[in-house]
């Protein structure tokens, strides 16, 4: 890219840095000592503020520069990340959104520990959390050295390495300092940059081919070198069987999943009712569900476009799809409008990235804290205020995610994220759907179902493809393969529901019935929520 590329990306990037540097600054003036300060902003949010944040929290790289990626290079089968993504949050509307708001504080595990035995349950689901949110910023770090990569000309891993580093630390500031309130601000601010920018391109997209979706697609077949296979499925998921099952695997992983990420169920605890975090979620729809249908567009829009030899000879995994669709609607290469148009996505780009590792910060943190610290601490020793160990949380957290994001900087981010929907969908959705809706589940049952469905999902992806025995693995040139799928949610997720039915029915614990009632007294009519 030409240094004018360059110039005025950094130059919109560093208005938002301190634009968000500023609010996190503002924030922290504001009393931050309180657990329900940091941790939940007061609850003092809107609807439609949190229904913003919601979705700025959950509209990720993986979905700006991932999904778009994989529809340029996959067709037909990339849209599969399109609707996972979105069909997921009905799942999230009827089964969790004002059942956990009722019976939780801050945490997943607030709502299992509220008729459990609670030190065994909270180290479980709070290791659960700090591996979910982990993996889903290792995502967010791979797709911002994609971007400074192909800004800076793509060739220098010095400087993929110190974007990452630079992300890190920013996230460590917004959390560390601004807690929930300033991390929701900043969310919300990123929304409306990342909506307004996508409708942009995608008004530009259709313009191209004077709104005729049928020419877009016809000549991103032609395009893609694979005629009209493009259009149909089993591109990418149909060659055989075992590509089939993955397809099954990573649509379950992406429909469940939502449910289990912590980060996005902390932010049920921003609104003051049930009612209020059910209206959130309609409002998390409403723009997610535009966002989604628009990434659509954008991905056929790069095949047709630019190419798709053009978007994998950018990047391998098609990260770039969408900046390099902005630099030849803007006018190509050298031009001003497409130097303007790249610069703005690479920017609103950095944007998602920075606000969507904050809140995945923030909730992870407050599970070493909240539910780890508060469990694993001696009797008798003098002990920390919470607020103070989240915040030393939050820095070995992110240089965990830096670390791991450097080792797995070539993979596509969309892809990425999907892994961290399946150990969620594994772990932590069997133990929260058991606690709310079954009267006789026990704390040996709860502890299984957790570390039933995360080890066999951690396990079974360091023995996948992923990780080893292909020229794509993060380690190409070993092979310890054992496990054939990419996604290991068709066998972890029924795994965690099995051992958590198992874990109970073997139990000798009697189910604490008056617990019970009263977990869904509150769950079903908010009397007695925090």
């Not at 009209?228 to 379950?252: H, Q, V």
């Not at 797995?408 to 929260?432: I, K, W, Y």
Request: hydrophobic letters at 55%; a neutral charge; glycine letters at 12%.
């Amino acid at each position: 890219m030409t240094g004018d590329h360059q110039t005025l990306a950094l130059l919109l990037f560093s208005a938002f840095v301190a634009i968000t540097l500023a609010i996190t600054t503002w924030v922290s003036r504001h009393r931050q000592g309180s657990a329900e300060e940091f941790y939940a902003g007061g609850r003092l949010f809107s609807p439609m503020e949190n229904g913003f944040a919601i979705a700025g929290d959950y509209m990720s790289a993986a979905s700006f520069l991932g999904i778009s990626g994989l529809i340029a290079l996959f067709g037909y089968d990339g849209m599969l990340y399109s609707v996972g993504f979105l069909v997921a949050w009905l799942v999230v509307l009827f089964l969790v959104a004002e059942l956990v708001r009722n019976c939780g504080r801050f945490t997943l595990a607030d709502v299992v520990a509220a008729r459990m035995r609670e030190r065994p349950v909270r180290i479980a689901a709070g290791t659960s959390s700090v591996t979910v949110s982990v993996l889903y910023l290792v995502a967010q770090m791979v797709g911002a050295g994609s971007l400074v990569a192909l800004l800076l000309g793509g060739t220098s891993e010095a400087a993929q390495a110190w974007t990452v580093i630079g992300v890190g630390a920013l996230m460590v500031i917004y959390v560390s300092l601004g807690g929930m309130r300033a991390t929701t601000w900043i969310q919300i601010v990123k929304a409306v940059l990342l909506l307004g920018g996508t409708v942009a391109l995608t008004v530009l997209v259709l313009l191209r081919f004077h709104g005729d979706f049928d020419r877009l697609l016809l000549t991103a077949a032609e395009h893609s070198g694979h005629g009209e296979a493009f259009l149909a499925p089993g591109l990418s998921y149909g060659g055989d069987w075992t590509a089939r099952f993955d397809f099954i695997s990573l649509g379950l992983a992406l429909v469940l999943g939502t449910a289990g990420l912590p980060h996005i169920l902390s932010r049920f605890y921003t609104v003051p009712t049930a009612r209020a975090a059910r209206r959130s979620v309609v409002w998390a729809i409403g723009l997610i569900g535009g966002f989604y249908l628009m990434t659509i567009v954008l991905g056929f829009g790069a095949a047709a476009i630019v190419g798709t030899d053009a978007v994998r000879g950018s990047h391998a995994s098609g990260n770039t799809a969408v900046p390099l669709l902005a630099l030849d609607l803007g006018g190509g290469a050298g031009s001003t409008g497409g130097t303007v148009l790249f610069a703005v996505v690479a920017a609103i780009a950095f944007a998602t990235i920075l606000a969507v590792v904050a809140g995945i910060t923030l909730a992870s943190s407050a599970s070493v804290a909240h539910d780890l610290y508060a469990s694993l601490r001696r009797p008798g020793g003098k002990p920390r205020s919470e607020v103070a160990v989240a915040r030393v949380a939050a820095v070995g957290i992110g240089a965990v995610a830096i670390a791991l994001g450097l080792l797995a900087r070539d993979l596509n981010v969309a892809f990425l994220v999907g892994l961290a929907f399946a150990v969620a969908a594994s772990a932590n959705l069997p133990v929260l759907l058991y606690s709310l809706f079954w009267r006789g589940f026990t704390t040996r049952g709860a502890v299984w179902a957790v570390y039933g469905g995360l080890i066999p999902a951690v396990v079974l992806v360091l023995l996948s493809p992923v990780v080893s025995g292909s020229p794509e693995s993060l380690f190409p040139g070993a092979d310890f393969q054992l496990f054939p799928l990419q996604n290991p949610g068709l066998v972890s997720i029924p795994l965690g529901f099995l051992a958590g039915w198992l874990g109970t029915v073997t139990s000798g614990e009697v189910p604490d019935e008056a617990r019970h009632a009263e977990t869904e007294v509150r769950a079903l009519t908010g009397a007695g929520a925090v």
